[in-house]
């Protein structure tokens, strides 16, 4: 079957615009997750969903960052006001189930840069 | 918090040669340990996982034991294959409630040499 989607696959920007990335998940996957690859950090989480439960937003690194989940399966990750910091390569990931056991299935992301 | 320490790359070997990539971890609970790929130009793939001390995870060929004694999930294949070549990301997720959020290693680049 299909797997998860992320579009733009690319999305260059200047700084100080506001910039929104689209997730589909796997149908039927209640668990999403937003991830975020730099050079200097790594791979980082940044927001879960579950279900309807409210997000954990734990990883978002400051208030210009947002996500939403509509309908339990798309979701939209918005950073404002974009600085050059935020470049990077931000992965959508979505599981069956939630639960530390579960496989995460990864999409191909977004490679933002911000000039 | 929780952490998984990778041994630093880049890895380069010729190939049939055997391949150990050292992983260790902290954690306050007992978490699920993976081991996901990204090859180049393509998205992270799980490559193996293991749920449970002395579980042993295998894809592949690839292998790896949980080891709790020792905090330990090492990724071993017994002869590489050129295709293997990618960056391989140690990860564990905490059991419970809540967000089972991936923390992942700083990963390993791997580079297998006809």
């Known amino acids: 079957g299909a797997g998860v989607s992320q579009s733009p696959s690319n999305k260059v920007t200047e700084k100080g615009k506001d910039v929104e990335l689209r997730c589909d998940p796997i149908?039927?996957?209640?668990?999403l997750y937003w991830y975020r690859q730099s050079l200097g950090q790594g791979l980082e989480f940044l927001i879960y969903f579950q279900g309807n439960s409210a997000p954990d937003k734990s990883g978002l690194p400051s208030d210009r960052f947002s996500a939403e989940r509509t309908g339990g399966s798309v979701s939209t990750l918005t950073i404002q006001r974009t600085q050059q910091e935020d470049s990077a390569v931000y992965l959508c990931a979505s599981s069956p189930l939630a639960g530390g056991a579960n496989t995460q299935y990864f999409g191909p992301g977004t490679r933002l840069t911000v000039l | 918090g929780d952490s998984v320490t990778q041994m630093e790359g880049p890895v380069t070997l010729s190939e049939e040669a055997f391949l150990t990539i050292n992983c260790t971890y902290t954690?306050?609970?007992?978490?699920?340990l993976f081991w996901y790929v990204q090859y180049p130009g393509e998205g992270l793939q799980l490559l193996l996982k293991?749920?449970?001390?002395?579980d042993k995870g295998s894809n592949k060929g690839f292998e790896a034991t949980y080891r709790k004694e020792t905090t330990s999930f090492h990724l071993e294949k017994g002869s590489v294959q050129v295709s293997d070549s990618a960056v391989y990301f140690c990860a564990l997720s905490e059991r419970g409630q809540g967000a089972q959020k991936l923390v992942f290693g700083q990963g390993t680049r791997l580079t297998i040499n006809p």
């Open positions: 954690a306050t609970g007992y978490p699920s």
């Open positions: 293991a749920t449970k001390a002395d």
């Open positions: 149908s039927g996957h209640t668990a």
